[in-house]
């Protein structure tokens, strides 16, 4: 299934039906009075996040949702059946933006959770909605609304534990292929990875999701090679993995690549927890991997995990510190929710979810 993180779709709610003109007819009621009734509502479209979906493919191919018209109303003081209403289905951690993308219209980041995006018109009157004793036969109607219609743009923004960032054949997507059950392509050329990937981890310490995002070069923010559209990914990460190849020539060089990149976006990304790997390590001898890892913690101003995705040497340790720092950062969050609400119970409609509800199906897609 091709991956897709964003799409435009037309939206429009169904009219209301429109009130009818009738008058009671029946043998030996000479004066029987007006009994037509209201029209139906139309259709409203809701947009609801299903964890069994990862990617917006579907818009591409149905850009254009409609919702039912109401019926309208009839003889003999019948209301018109209201119009069915339209649920598209979306992955979770879908933002919904107008059409200009300057306005967030809803983020659906909990499985379940569901939004109104175009309401239905109301239905129109009938004529028995008008008797009065001054106007014991009216012959007035009104005709349902026009239902609200919208252009509405769908952005994916997968919802990780932590994500891999860095260059190119740096090694991401062979150690989440190694760390997870997630396939995603391996290859010795550049931009082997054209989308982003998820896997499950299960560490000593605790499970997570990890996210693997095509790799970033100098430009990446002005639109080069893949350019930067896919750090939307992890910006929902609680922590980050920035891995740099160790067989490169200049290893300070990558990692200054990469994060004037991160810089460059913004969102936050270089605020996040940060996890240093230097990869490929069993490529080196033990002096120059010693070497580039105390060039690298100098330049960076924090400790370098030494790793090798195809060994497997430190991959355990790594993940386990990954482990570590999503645990933290989940207490933290569960903490500033409970001071948010002393004393009460959350609702469940904000309770914190887990991205390894629907990881499962991303692996797959992996």
């Known amino acids: 299934m091709r991956f897709v993180d964003e799409a435009k779709v037309e939206i429009e709610a169904g009219a209301g039906g429109a009130g009818c003109l009738s008058f009671r007819r029946e043998k030996f009621i000479e004066f029987g009075g007006p009994d037509g009734g209201d029209g139906g509502r139309g259709g409203h479209v809701h947009a609801e996040a299903d964890p069994a979906l990862n990617t917006l493919i579907d818009f591409r191919y149905r850009p254009h949702v409609k919702a039912g018209r109401g019926q309208h109303g009839m003889g003999k003081n019948r209301t018109g059946a209201a119009g069915r209403d339209v649920v598209i289905k979306v992955p979770v951690g879908t933002q919904i933006w107008d059409e200009n993308r300057e306005f967030l219209i809803a983020d659906l980041t909990r499985p379940g959770e569901r939004v109104m995006l175009a309401r239905g018109g109301r239905g129109g009157l009938g004529n028995a909605h008008f008797k009065s004793a001054t106007n014991q036969a009216p012959r007035r109607t009104t005709p349902g609304e026009a239902g609200e219609a919208l252009t509405v743009v769908l952005r994916l923004k997968l919802m990780a534990d932590a994500g891999i960032v860095g260059l190119p054949n740096a090694g991401k997507s062979s150690l989440l292929a190694r760390v997870s ?3 995603p392509k391996v290859a010795d050329y550049p931009f082997t990875t054209l989308h982003p990937a ?12 990890l996210a693997d995002i095509p790799g970033l070069i100098e430009g990446a923010s002005k639109g080069h090679g893949l350019g930067d559209r896919f750090l939307g990914h992890v910006e929902r990460c609680r922590v980050l993995l920035h891995l740099v190849d160790g067989t490169s020539k200049d290893v300070v060089a990558d990692w200054r690549t990469v994060r004037e990149e991160l810089t460059a976006y913004g969102a936050g990304l270089t605020d996040k927890p940060m996890v240093l790997g230097l990869n490929k390590c069993d490529a080196l001898s033990a002096e120059l991997r010693e070497e580039r890892r105390r060039q690298l913690a100098a330049a960076a101003g ?10 497997g040497e430190g991959v355990d ?3 386990d ?3 570590r720092r999503v645990a933290e950062h989940r207490h933290g969050e569960e903490n500033a929710e409970s001071a948010a609400c002393p004393g009460g119970r959350k609702d469940a409609g904000t309770s914190s979810w887990s991205p390894l509800a629907g990881a499962n199906s991303a692996e797959r897609e992996g």
């Open 181 to 183: 059950r997630a396939r």
């Open 198 to 209: 998820l896997g499950v981890v299960s560490s000593a310490s605790a499970d997570f999701v």
């Open 302 to 311: 924090m400790p370098v995990r030494l790793v090798s995705a195809a060994s």
């Open 317 to 319: 340790e790594l993940m």
């Open 321 to 323: 510190e990954l482990a």
